[in-house]
């Protein structure tokens, strides 16, 4: 799976859109990107994924580079509630191996998103 | 409600005894998945199932063993073989597949002095 940086940590304020980027220059054609975030001492929660094109969802956006190089997640009203770290991650989707490898989760170490009153 | 449950939320043992912690799930998801994690750190795969009474090791299964008698059940157990214990352990179950979303219980606080 390829790897993605992201910032350690980014602010926001209260109502406004929260922009969190991601850089997977390395990124194979067959790889997804996930998003999912992790509220403190809780399990993390899925949020969004997308191939190529942008894609939408009750709780974001996420806006994928033509060369898929990079993307970003979009929290388009940020709630203190939405303070949490965000993990970026690419992965394969394939159906060749139904051994559980390719549906492995990589995190990284995320994204602390802070969102002030 | 649908989910997955983890217990206990915080666990204290000694070091040398083993534990075993619980995770169910009413998803009716095939596969099911253990990971650790560390202060400050992504998360680490250490087992999963696809399959009732079937299971593979993840990265960093040392020390832990499982098993998958059910398909709503996927116990981990810790053992005294396993160096650094203390960590946050998260179950997570899916649709069976490459490309379905995870779905994360609430994590067990393991503590081990």
């Known amino acids: 799976d390829a790897k993605t940086t992201q910032p350690t940590s980014m602010d926001c304020a209260e109502g406004r859109a929260a922009n969190l980027p991601c850089n997977h220059s390395t990124i194979s054609g067959n790889e997804y990107v996930y998003w999912y975030r992790q509220i403190h001492s809780q399990g993390p929660q899925y949020i969004i994924h997308g191939l190529k094109n942008n894609e939408t969802n009750e709780m974001a956006s996420l806006i994928i580079t033509e060369d898929r190089k990079s993307s970003t997640l979009i929290l388009p009203h940020a709630t203190l509630r939405d303070t949490a770290v965000y993990y970026c991650?690419?992965?394969?989707?394939?159906?060749?191996?139904?051994?559980?490898?390719?549906?492995?989760?990589?995190f990284g170490t995320g994204t602390l998103l802070a969102v002030q009153p | 409600d649908g989910g997955i449950t983890q217990s206990p939320k915080y666990l204290f043992r000694k070091e040398g005894q083993n534990v075993t912690l619980s995770c169910e799930q009413n998803?009716?998801?095939?596969?099911m998945y253990w990971y650790r994690q560390d202060p400050g750190q992504g998360l680490r795969l250490i087992y999963y199932?696809?399959?009732?009474?079937?299971?593979q090791k993840g990265d960093i299964a040392e020390g832990y063993s499982v098993s998958r008698e059910k398909k709503e059940s996927f116990p981990l157990t810790v053992t005294s073989a396993q160096k650094n214990p203390t960590a946050f352990y998260l179950c997570?179950?899916?649709?069976?597949?490459?490309?379905?979303?995870?779905?994360f219980g609430p994590g067990t606080r393991l503590t081990v002095t």
């Open positions: 991650i690419v992965r394969v989707a394939r159906s060749l191996d139904y051994g559980g490898a390719t549906n492995k989760l990589i």
């Open positions: 998803l009716n998801h095939d596969a």
């Open positions: 199932s696809q399959i009732v009474n079937d299971f």
């Open positions: 997570a179950s899916s649709i069976k597949g490459p490309n379905y979303e995870q779905y």
